[in-house]
């Protein structure tokens, strides 16, 4: 060899073109063909606003509660928490004593930081 051992040439790198080709043109050829083959009806109630199945009232900068943010950011960092815990049980064997008291550890935290938000009564909508 010339030393070359290791390195990548410019034909290794077609597979990654070819995907993004594939990407790319499966993106360009959704959006044309459903402006070219869908519905054209335009009416009023049709290009009105519309958010989750209620029609809106009022002006849309009205500042709301942001309680309905603080549950969902929880609901990820609690989401995120099982996330961990997954590949931890496929290899708890492996793991021993040790994983388990680091599990332990881990779910203890977790524990205490939903005992705060409890305690701060995060979770009370009203």
């Not at 009205?62 to 928490?81: C, H, N, R």
């Not at 021993?96 to 203890?108: H, P, S, T």
Request: charged share 15%; aromatic share 14%.
């Amino acid at each position: 060899m010339d030393g070359l051992a290791g390195q990548s040439a410019p034909i290794d790198y077609i597979p990654i073109l070819i995907q993004l080709a594939v990407a790319v043109g499966f993106g360009v050829t959704t959006i044309i063909g459903t402006h070219l083959i869908g519905p054209k009806v335009r009416t009023e109630n049709k290009l009105g606003a519309f958010e989750s199945g209620v029609e809106v009232v009022g002006n849309a900068r009205q500042p709301f509660s942001i309680k309905y943010f603080l549950v969902a950011i929880l609901f990820v960092i609690f989401d995120i928490e099982v996330i961990f815990m997954y590949p931890w049980a496929v290899n708890f064997r492996e793991f021993g004593m040790q994983g388990l008291i680091e599990m332990f550890v881990f779910m203890g935290l977790l524990l205490l930081g939903f005992i705060y938000i409890i305690k701060k009564k995060a979770l009370d909508w009203d």
